[in-house]
């Protein structure tokens, strides 16, 4: 069995993609297995399962729009995202959520499309992925709607302030932490805050190839981040929350096991 299991990674669509086998295998030996591959459009979330289907054990994924891709989202999109997931290799609705951040998609068709997904993780009580950012008034209000008839929920790569940490656990909702702790510059609210997450809501993640661990010594070569980091990241959040690093890498590997419920897949 392996220490970490990496909930989040942009495999498809990325820098990765052309080196899949390389950046499976270097995880698994690191001790980073299974891999969730992030889908982020319905076309990616096809290709997403297409790339699982070639590493069976070794590769899940998620189905679902992110809010950058949310004017995407059609009549027929409820149906084919609910296909997607029928499949084996889908253990959550998602990437969905808000992003005022950038705004590459109009934000009424955001809400439309991360409310959209939520129904449909409630109607096939499958976990959900959510992404939020600088949106956190209108996502809680939306995750409020449905939280008490989803099976569970994540809000993966987790960068806000207390206040925020505090309303999204009163949803009761599983956190996603990403290497972004390890920056002294931007990071420095959430390393503060990080010890305030009870031990069965944490999750932790690379999302790579994006936020390489700032921190890291001495500094890889490329400025990719890869599922293989996790230990490092896993290791520096446990130093935050001063907890040994196998009690914590122990703890969150059955959160995200239970999560994606791990144990009754292939």
């Not at 990616?44 to 891709?69: D, F, M, N």
């Not at 705004?103 to 009424?108: H, M, V």
Request: aromatic share 8%; hydrophobic share 40%.
């Amino acid at each position: 069995m392996s220490d970490h299991i990496d909930i989040a990674v942009n495999l498809i669509g990325s820098a990765l993609e052309s080196n899949l086998d390389t950046v499976v295998a270097e995880a698994e030996a690191a001790g980073v297995s299974p891999l969730i591959v992030i889908g982020s459009s319905l076309v990616e979330s096809r290709q997403a399962i297409e790339a699982c289907q070639g590493y069976p054990g070794k590769l899940y994924s998620t189905a679902g729009v992110h809010p950058h891709h949310a004017s995407s989202w059609n009549e027929s999109s409820y149906d084919e995202n609910r296909a997607l997931c029928a499949n084996t290799y889908v253990v959550a609705v998602g990437e969905c959520g808000l992003d005022y951040n950038r705004d590459f998609s109009p934000r009424d068709k955001q809400r439309e499309a991360f409310a959209a997904q939520l129904k449909l993780a409630v109607e096939l009580q499958l976990p959900v992925l959510m992404h939020e950012r600088d949106a956190h008034a209108d996502f809680l209000a939306i995750l409020k709607e449905y939280r008490p008839h989803l099976v569970d929920a994540v809000l993966h790569c987790f960068t806000g302030n207390r206040e925020s940490l505090e309303a999204y656990l009163e949803q009761d909702i599983y956190l996603g932490i990403t290497g972004w702790v390890c920056d002294e510059r931007r990071g420095q609210e959430l390393a503060e805050i990080v010890p305030l997450i009870p031990d069965d809501r944490i999750m932790i993640e690379t999302d790579s190839p994006y936020l390489l661990p700032r921190s890291m010594r001495p500094k890889p070569k490329s400025s990719k981040n890869l599922p293989k980091y996790l230990p490092y990241i896993a290791e520096y959040i446990a130093g935050l929350r001063r907890q040994a690093p196998d009690q914590f890498a122990a703890r969150t590997l059955a959160n995200s096991r239970r999560f994606f419920r791990l144990d009754a897949l292939p």
